[in-house]
């Protein structure tokens, strides 16, 4: 989010931070605009924020958050419950034990469907992330998730 944040302040745009009220973890970054911070309480209405205003999410490596976000965009997209927006995981190193897993493993016990595996791109260059999203819009129209 942070590096989001950053790029988004460094080019003079507008960026919104979405912060998660948590204890010991969670603090907003220094390039959120304070009039453009929204808190949340519970994490099931912030993943709903993400997902209805997304047109893109660059996941990088993270914890158990990262992934439950990530799911759940992938989930509404698989399901039809959001528009499809493009999806890539930066890193494939981190990214990789998983990918074969949901391989060898969900897709083989039908838990999946081969083409559920398109829903998402993995890269380690920024600037394939930044052109996997932007062929993805090449030929669609942006709209607004649900």
Known sequence: MEAANKGARDAEGISVGLNINIPREQFSNPYIDPDRLVNFDFFFVRKVMFVKYAQGFV?????????????????????????????????????GGLI????????????????????????????????????????RTMKPNF
């Open 59 to 95: 996941v990088l490596p993270g914890g158990f958050g990262t992934m439950d976000e990530l799911f759940e965009a992938l989930t509404l997209i698989q399901t039809e419950k959001s528009s499809q927006f493009p999806v890539v995981l930066m890193g494939s190193s981190f990214w």
């Open 100 to 139: 074969d897993w949901l391989k060898n493993t969900m897709l083989e016990a039908g838990n999946i469907a081969e083409k559920d595996l398109d829903l998402f791109r993995i890269t380690d260059d920024p600037v394939e992330a930044a052109d996997l999203i932007t062929h993805f819009y090449e030929t």
